[in-house]
């Protein structure tokens, strides 16, 4: 019920903002049936949003730099 009204919030906004996706539990691990949960897309955005800004998702971004740093989310 939390996630509600800031879904509906989106909806003429975000294009498909209630289709569901998979999302990670733990931004380091991989997706698996352990890590992942179904996510509406809005809700999707806004986790990886808030990660990015974090640097929970940095070592996905070293990975494809070709570094070796570890995030730390």
């Not at 539990?25 to 890590?35: A, C, Q, T």
């Not at 999707?44 to 730099?65: D, K, Q, Y």
């Amino acid at each position: 019920q939390k996630w509600r009204p800031f879904c509906l919030s989106f909806e003429g906004v975000v294009e498909d903002f209630n289709f569901g996706t998979l999302l990670r539990l733990d931004s380091r691990g991989e997706y698996s049936e352990e890590n992942s949960i179904l996510a509406t897309r809005i809700q999707f955005l806004a986790i990886e949003i808030a990660r990015n800004r974090e640097g929970c998702n940095e070592h996905v971004h070293s990975r494809a730099r070709g570094g070796t740093r570890e995030g730390t989310g």
